[in-house]
């Protein structure tokens, strides 16, 4: 499955994403984030975020999220 971008910004902590382990799941699905490859993922996605936030003055939790797939796109990453 894939980890939706809403899982990144913490509730109530602005300009912070959270990535890799610190992604939230249930008892399945933690097994697989806790491997190297999804913590790369929501890395190079939070990397993303945070340039096209700074680009469009808004913070993580506001980012328009197709930019950010954009990006990631460009950039070779599969997005699933």
Do not use: F, W
Not at 34 to 47: D, Q, W
Request: charged share 15%; hydrophobic share 45%; net charge positive.
């Amino acid at each position: 499955g894939s980890i939706p971008y809403g899982e990144l910004p913490p509730t109530k902590i602005d300009n912070l994403l959270a990535t890799g382990r610190c992604v939230a799941a249930d008892n399945l699905m933690l097994n697989y984030t806790r491997l190297i490859a999804p913590c790369l993922v929501t890395g190079h996605a939070a990397g993303a975020a945070a340039a096209v936030a700074v680009a469009g003055k808004t913070t993580p939790r506001n980012v328009n999220v197709a930019k950010v797939q954009s990006l990631l796109k460009k950039q070779g990453a599969y997005l699933g």
